[in-house]
């Protein structure tokens, strides 16, 4: 490589690298003086509304400083489902022992987080108990969000959702309270996440290797037995 087309190259990735820098810092400072307050405002109108309407889940809005990342949080206090526990052990002296434990409902966290390159994501989290317990631990409602895009009507969007996951995850909501639409919603949100993308990527492309290795045999079996053929 001449020295100006080495030049060149090194003048070209330095550009680009300043160019990122530069954007990183950007969205980490919006972060810091609107869109944390934005999101944080937010969170506490809906809290503060659900305490106003008597909801059935107590919502607490909380805050993690970190140096170069930062979440925010709603939080649902855990309730009681009405279930019973019941266990049976034995004594010593084989007797029966029965107690009794109220079973326990909670999660339903709703994060609003900035990672250190300063991209913002929302992640919900299910409801929770030993009668219900979601296959899956969170979905990615939206991530690699530059925060200008993180506007009142996405947060809107995002609450719409959140409210509807927790609902569909707790005891009190998932068996009678969920329309066709709602359903629909559920699922896409789950095909949505990334990490669902990925997985079904991976899977489809273990498909096409399956396939491939299905026909590559059949060609195979087909030549050798034409060749076999062919030569009597």
């Not at 405002?41 to 889940?57: G, I, P, S, W, Y």
Request: proline share 3%.
């Amino acid at each position: 490589m001449s020295t100006n087309s080495l030049s060149n190259l090194v003048k070209r990735e330095k550009a680009l690298l300043d160019r990122s820098r530069k954007l990183m810092r950007y969205r980490q400072i919006n972060w810091q003086v609107e869109t944390r307050y934005r999101i944080y405002q937010a969170f506490e109108r809906l809290a503060n509304e659900t305490r106003k309407q008597d909801f059935l889940f107590d919502l607490h809005v909380s805050e993690l400083e970190h140096p170069c990342e930062s979440v925010i949080q709603i939080s649902a206090r855990p309730i009681l489902t009405g279930a019973i526990k019941r266990t049976t052990t034995f004594n010593d002296e084989f007797e029966e022992l029965v107690s009794d434990k109220p079973v326990l409902e909670d999660g339903g966290v709703l994060v609003a987080s900035q990672s250190v390159s300063g991209h913002v994501a929302f992640i919900v989290h299910p409801r929770k108990s030993e009668r219900i317990k979601p296959s899956e631990e969170q979905i990615i409602l939206y991530v690699s969000l530059d925060p200008t895009e993180v506007t009142a009507g996405l947060i809107s969007k995002v609450f719409r959702r959140y409210l509807l996951y927790v609902r569909s995850t707790s005891i009190f909501g998932i068996h009678d309270s969920l329309s066709l639409g709602e359903m629909a919603t559920l699922v896409l949100m789950k095909i949505g996440d990334i990490r669902y993308q990925y997985e079904l990527s991976r899977s489809l492309m273990r498909m096409k290797n399956e396939w491939a290795k299905i026909v590559v045999a059949a060609v195979l079996a087909w030549a050798f037995g034409f060749l076999a053929g062919s030569g009597k």
